[in-house]
T-cell receptor, first 111, second 111 residues
Framework: AQSVSQHNHHVILSEAASLELGCNYS??????LFWYVQYPGQHLQLLLK??????LVKGIKGFEAEFIKSKFSFNLRKPSVQWSDTAEYFC?????????FGTGTRLLVSP | DTEVTQTPKHLVMGMTNKKSLKCEQH?????MYWYKQKAKKPPELMFV???????INESVPSRFSPECPNSSLLNLHLHALQPEDSALYLC??????????FGSGTQLSVL
């Protein structure tokens, strides 16, 4: 069965700071990798996904993530965060039919 | 239409009540999911339906009973719930291995 671990549970940044959220996964087969975001009081939204091809994927709102197969990692990055990026971020891995989420990282961006 | 619609948005029920959560999508997705999300926790998979048949049950107690009447609808029947079952119940759908589209959820409180 697949599993996902996110190293940072809480991250506090000032506006314009750079962001990197760690994600490591384990799964024996072909994986599809995702980052979802949950803004306060809102439903889960997809930021970006990796299925195959270029390991550097770009998503919405200036986010990107890099798949490093040798490290089983899929870290999320953004060069300059904004106050509106305050949210909870979930890394997720999809094996056969099952999408499993990491524990989430709560990001607070102070203006 | 790229939405997953869940009703009701909020539900309060007693431990002896029977209620149902409803989920609807018109994107032609053949996989539908129920997740449970407790406060400050990641979503946890409960059930997966593929082509209207139950394909995954993550050892969910029988007081939760899913039903897929057709390819657009997914229900979750609730009976004799416990206070610890209070949570946000999320429905999602996908086209096979692609990303999941999530609904806004039903916030359930069991008294």
């Amino acid at each position: 069965a697949q599993s996902v671990s996110q190293h940072n549970h809480h991250v506090i940044l000032s506006e314009a700071a750079s962001l990197e959220l760690g994600c490591n996964y384990s799964y024996g087969g072909t994986v599809n990798l995702f980052w979802y975001v949950q803004y306060p009081g809102q439903h889960l939204q997809l930021l970006l996904k990796y299925f195959s091809g270029d390991p550097l994927v770009k998503g919405i709102k200036g986010f990107e993530a890099e798949f490093i197969k040798s490290k089983f990692s899929f870290n999320l990055r953004k060069p300059s965060v904004q106050w509106s990026d305050t949210a909870e971020y979930f890394c997720a891995v999809k094996g056969f039919q099952k999408l499993v989420f990491g524990t989430g990282t709560r990001l607070l961006v102070s203006p | 239409d790229t939405e997953v619609t869940q009703t009701p948005k909020h539900l309060v029920m007693g431990m002896t009540n029977k209620k149902s959560l409803k989920c609807e999508q018109h994107m032609g997705h053949r996989a539908m999911y129920w997740y449970k999300q407790k406060a400050k926790k990641p979503p946890e998979l409960m059930f997966v339906y593929s082509y209207e048949k139950l394909s995954i049950n993550e050892s969910v107690p029988s007081r939760f009973s899913p039903e897929c009447p057709n390819s657009s609808l997914l229900n979750l029947h609730l009976h004799a719930l416990q206070p610890e079952d209070s949570a946000l119940y999320l429905c999602a759908s996908s086209r096979g291995d692609e990303k999941l589209f999530f609904g806004s959820g039903t916030q359930l409180s069991v008294l």
